[in-house]
């Protein structure tokens, strides 16, 4: 049994897979498209909220190194999913990268993994772009009526009706087509850019020297009864809060750090590049540059315009305004996050239909999803599915508590990703590579623990749910998977490989 269930499926194969007519995606992306895309998805609520708490709790004007840090591990895993998407240009990101290096069962473990990410990501960002929208219209005068609002702390029975709406009319825009898609992220990206140059550029001249010392505030004193000296505390429940100093720059690292998660779903749309083997590169790694400079800009400016422990935890940016005399800017801010969240959930919508699409295609879940439309070629049944699912999801339940799940599973995948260039660089070093990842395996090997780092710092119990959903996928894989994966079906002479451009 372990021999299929570690089975590998070529490179190869999997590109001729996505020539078969009825199962091919349309290539239409560019690498601006990419990077527009990897934009869209990392500038968020982080950028807006994460400063102010990891300025305020642990590294004060120090909170741009923190930045820094966190971009590095970042682009250590980046690195590697530029290598692995430029060389298997194929829809399902980790997921396709697993299967061709690790083999069926890690490919399994980590498709379910993404599937649980990018859902509670984009219900969790649905709830919380309605949250913004029923905030402006409460300052309008316009109320929600009872039970059709945030579902945030509520007891009693409700629905999130704009949470729910703006996921379906995103998934209406994902079956349409993928340029339509690009063309609607770019315009929202502008606008959410637009926004956080006008902070840096505007906070700029409201900065104050004196609220830069110190840079980087001592080390406080841990509180009476706490006891940091337990190296199982520490690992199951995350490092002391109140770090300041050095210690407290790596803490903010490991907080801010989910301000950069989704620079990966630029690796679910590789199958849709025109060419994907010079355009994934510069769009993975282009984004993530681009969103880590402006993330050290604003944290240099806001810490700046107000004494870091005096900053808002909610919505430092826009009340660091507020304090200086400009209130104009803090609604400037607020508009700009609420449209950046659009783009947000649509791009982690994306990458879950097509890790769905890239999973049912290898059989491992029912083929019928795996048919595109035969005048948009997009992935519209699993778009669909997926779509409602998670539209209910974000109208029923409050996700705060389940937000640290999609953070887990983005550091797991990085784990995964980066085992897989080495063991593919050892197993298949013949392998055309249009973009090589430096210094295997020392860059791997460097990603692997700086996300395994990352990941130690979550609570307990979000390791529990996170076990919890992987039990759920060993049973499914076991009863359902593993018969039906096309490669077990090829390798028992049920089904033979794909060859040119149809499907034998």
């Not at 772009?129 to 409700?158: C, H, K, N, V």
């Not at 990352?454 to 529990?464: D, G, H, R, S, Y």
Request: hydrophobic share 50%; charged share 15%; aromatic share 10%.
């Amino acid at each position: 049994m372990s021999s299929t269930l570690f089975r590998t499926k070529k490179v190869e194969q999997s590109i001729l897979d996505t020539e078969e007519p009825e199962h091919a995606l349309k290539k239409s992306l560019s690498a601006l498209d990419l990077t527009v895309f990897g934009v869209g998805v990392i500038i968020g609520t982080g950028i807006f909220v994460l400063t102010g708490t990891v300025a305020k709790d642990n590294a004060g004007p120090a909170t741009a190194l923190a930045f820094v840090t966190a971009g590095v591990a970042c682009a250590l895993a980046a690195l590697c999913y530029a290598e692995f998407a430029s060389t298997v240009p194929v829809a399902g990101s980790a997921y396709t990268f697993s299967y061709a290096s690790l083999g069926e069962l890690p490919a399994w473990i980590i498709g379910w993994d993404l599937v649980l990410e990018f859902a509670l990501g984009t219900a969790v960002v649905a709830v919380g772009w309605s949250g913004y929208i029923q905030s402006f219209l409460d300052t309008a005068g316009w109320t929600m009526p009872a039970g059709l609002g945030s579902r945030e702390g509520a007891d009693a029975f409700g629905f999130d009706i704009l949470a729910a709406v703006l996921v379906l009319i995103l998934t209406g825009i994902l079956v349409l087509g993928m340029k339509l898609s690009a063309r609607i992220t770019s315009l929202v990206v502008a606008i959410k850019v637009t926004v956080v140059l006008v902070v840096i550029i505007a906070g700029a001249f409201l900065v104050k020297g004196e609220n830069y010392d110190p840079f980087i505030p001592k080390e406080q004193p841990v509180e009476a009864g706490a006891s940091l000296d337990s190296p199982l505390i520490q690992l199951m429940f995350g490092w002391a809060p109140s770090n300041f100093g050095v210690m407290g720059i790596f803490t903010a690292a490991s907080v801010v750090f989910f301000a950069f998660i989704g620079f990966d779903v630029v690796a679910t749309a590789a199958e849709e590049t025109k060419n994907p083997q010079r355009d994934m590169p510069r769009g993975i790694l282009g984004s993530l540059l681009i969103c880590t400079t402006l993330y050290v800009l604003v944290s240099i400016v806001v810490t700046g315009m107000q004494h870091y422990s005096e900053l808002s935890v909610d919505a430092p940016l826009a009340d660091a305004f507020k304090a200086t005399g400009h209130p104009w800017f803090a609604g400037f801010i607020s508009f700009g996050a609420a449209v950046g969240l659009t783009t947000v959930c649509m791009i982690l919508l994306l990458g879950q239909t097509r890790v769905f699409f890239a999973m049912s295609r290898d059989g491992l879940l029912p083929r019928f999803f795996s048919h595109v439309h035969p005048r948009f070629k997009t992935p519209h049944r699993p778009t669909i599915l997926l779509g409602v699912i998670i539209a209910i999801l974000a109208g029923f339940t409050p996700l705060t508590e389940l937000a640290a799940l999609v953070n887990i599973g983005t550091l797991f995948a990085f784990v995964v990703v980066a085992i897989g260039v080495i063991i593919l660089r050892k197993s298949r070093p013949d392998l055309p590579r249009a973009f090589r990842t430096p210094w295997v395996p020392v860059i791997p090997i460097l990603s692997v623990c700086a996300s395994l780092w990352l990941m130690i710092n979550l609570p307990a119990e979000t390791w529990v749910r996170f076990a919890i959903w992987m039990a759920a996928g060993f049973l499914l894989y076991f009863l359902y998977g593993r018969t039906h994966s096309r490669l077990a079906r090829r390798e028992a002479g049920e089904e033979q490989p794909s060859v040119g451009g149809g499907t034998p």
